[in-house]
């Protein structure tokens, strides 16, 4: 069942989130979802628990059900948390990619009780739709039953105090995704700071230019 190519293609995008410094232990996973004619919702490839995606070699990779966590090829189980990949693959069979990590300026910025401002026009673009900010006493690796009454309407998840979750229709797209998201939060960082110091007001894009993003931006950057 195991077929290479993925394999090679998850340690690359493995090796992307480790050289961007989004990884710093063995938590934090990638998901990548392929057809198969066996089973109705494809199968997983991800790693096992108990490795950092920054030591992850093609041992350490396994391959699982969506609907359930059973092991179709490897030995090792997953961690708690490969259970948001699979229900959110699940519940979006147009996801083909999960992305979850600890992105420290995230932690940072929504802990503080911060409101994520869109600052630049390439957010919305990228994004498709608005970031889901979760409060930190909701852990939809824990219990992932409230995933149904959002996960439709966004493509970026994030936990206060926990971390960031992306998808998106190949692993590409759900890794712009969480370097936009990154990059955004930095942004408002900056901002935010610069405006303590000078006094001026961060100006922030309106509200129509947001939405337009987020409805035509897969026209404007997959034409």
Do not use: C
Not at 81 to 96: A, F, T
Not at 147 to 175: C, K, P, Q, W
Not at 193 to 200: D, H, I, P, Q, W
Request: glycine share 8%; proline share 4%.
């Amino acid at each position: 069942m195991f077929d290479g190519s993925v394999g090679a293609l998850f340690l690359t995008y493995a090796a992307r989130l480790v050289t961007r410094g989004y990884v710093h232990n063995s938590l934090g996973n990638l998901a990548i979802r392929v057809p198969h004619p066996d089973h109705e919702h494809g199968v997983v490839y991800t790693k096992h628990a108990g490795v950092s995606l920054e030591e992850t070699t093609l041992e350490h990779l396994v391959i699982t059900d969506v609907p359930t966590p059973r092991l179709l090829f490897g030995s090792r189980m997953t961690s708690v948390g490969h259970q948001l990949n699979r229900e959110i693959l699940r519940l979006r069979p147009d996801v083909n990619a999960v992305i979850h990590v600890h992105h420290d300026e995230s932690i940072v910025f929504f802990a503080g009780g911060h409101e994520l401002q869109v600052l630049s026009l390439d957010f919305p673009l990228v994004m498709g739709a608005p970031v889901h900010v979760l409060p930190s006493h909701i852990n939809v690796e824990l219990d992932v039953a409230p995933l149904r009454d959002f996960v439709h309407s966004t493509n970026a998840i994030v936990m206060e105090s926990h971390g960031v979750t992306t998808f998106g229709r190949t692993v590409s797209e759900a890794y712009h995704r969480l370097n936009t998201l990154a990059a955004e939060v930095r942004r408002n960082i900056t901002a935010l700071s610069l405006a303590s110091v000078t006094g001026e007001k961060v100006a922030v894009l309106e509200a129509d230019s947001v939405e337009w993003g987020y409805r035509h931006g897969g026209s404007i950057l997959y034409p």
